[in-house]
């Protein structure tokens, strides 16, 4: 893997208007460079105050703050230039420093010379990109524990157990009269202890895209029971379109929620009645809506007056569905409430606060409150991998004693341990996992 250490820059922040912008500048030509471009000597260790100049003409006064290597994010010398938040500021300052010597950074590319330069693990850098893009507090939470090793730790301590266990086979192999065989049991007890450990992480693989992405929770019912006005009154806005006629909502409207720290994507669909008295555009909408159903993991059926109003049809669709049933405009008829539903009024809030409540209560099944770190798709993948290699030792422990066929099998699964922690990654997937980051990150 081929390290290209020249000096960089970038915009760190939204290229828009704002009270500061920041500019990073990291590599060898740091110092200097910034030096040609400010107006007073630069201070290591300190907040410097200046201008940036470009041939004596100011082009903002600024803030510079120097980080020397290797005790910076990137393990270089940078320079963060703190700006007054005007694009044509930012964009004339960053030109300026290209025209000194720096090249445009590429996408991730602060966080992967942090990764080159052994800052962080590949799971680390990862938890970057997982703090910027996290939409609640227990996805922040987690991939800030990520960030603090709690990831890497959990791996290194199968990948120490599993290295110990590969070096003696290797020495009963290489060296059969001096280093007694490896015993059968000895094997499969330390295989299978590992094989639960990522077992334990892979189990609540689900619970952390979960984590990560949010769960869908969907609104059915048929047109006119209130969908779209309950939708709103969760969000707490008019996000979705509301009138008397029925068929309204041709197609579905996705927004998030934050509850309690975890993101609820909420779907309004289109009503669901019969196919044959509904026009082409509004059956489309009912497939949509029939197809939302099956993806989501959390089913709120709405109907007006009786739970009879809803088809079985759709019950049968969320039998294995976390499923709420829900009474609307209960303003309209407070003495008809059913039993095992949920009374919500739109218009006064009745019932909008016990219902999130119940959501909440059913995201604790689906989310364990213990679940202290996520991972991707990524790692959960090099996981199964090291999984499936394990399980091999095992059955070639019990089948016959040739340890070399062991040994390679742990070795194998080493190696899609690497591949989490970045030991092994080939130029590609560094590119790809960095491709997803934003540029000045």
Known sequence: MENNFDTIVAIATPFAH????????????????????????????????????????KLDEVILLPFCAPHSYS???????QTHGNPSILNNIMELVIKNGARPAQKGEFTKRAFLNQRIDMTQAEAVLDIIESKGNKSIQNALNNLGGYLKNEINNVKNSLTELYSRLIASVDFPEDVAEVENN???????DNIQKIETILRNAKSHDFIREGISACLI????????????????????????????TRDTIKEALNIDGYIVNFIDTAGIRD?????????????????????????????????NEIDESLIKLANAKNTIFVKTKYDLD??????????VSSVTGHGIDKLKIKIREILTTLIPDDTNFTTNKRQQACLNKALNYLKLVTETANTTALADLCASDVK?????????????????????????FCIGK
Not at 36 to 43: E, L, V, W
Not at 221 to 243: Q, W
Not at 276 to 295: F, P
Not at 424 to 434: R, S, W
Request: overall charge negative.
């Open 221 to 248: 019912g048929k047109p006119n029971a209130g969908k779209s006005s309950l939708f709103n009154a969760l969000l707490n806005y008019n996000r979705a379109i509301v009138t008397e006629i029925e068929g309204t």
């Open 275 to 307: 196919k044959n008295s509904a026009d082409i555009v509004e059956k489309i909408g009912i497939d949509n809506s029939i197809e939302t159903i099956k993806q989501s993991e959390i089913v709120l059926f709405l109907f007006e007056k009786n739970i």
């Open 334 to 343: 407070p003495e008809n409430i059913p039993n095992d539903a949920i009374c």
């Open 412 to 436: 194998g699964a080493l190696l899609a341990l690497d591949e989490i922690t970045g030991e092994v990654l080939t130029d590609n997937i560094l590119d790809n996992i960095f491709e997803n």
């Open 186 to 192: 000895y094997i499969v007890s330390i295989c299978n």
């Open 18 to 57: 704002s009270s500061v912008g920041i500019i990073r500048i990291s590599g060898d030509k740091a110092f200097d460079i910034a030096q040609r471009i400010f107006s007073a000597k630069i201070k290591p260790k300190m907040i410097n105050y200046g201008y940036i100049l470009d041939n004596n003409v």
């Open 75 to 81: 393990g270089e010398d940078i320079i963060e230039i």
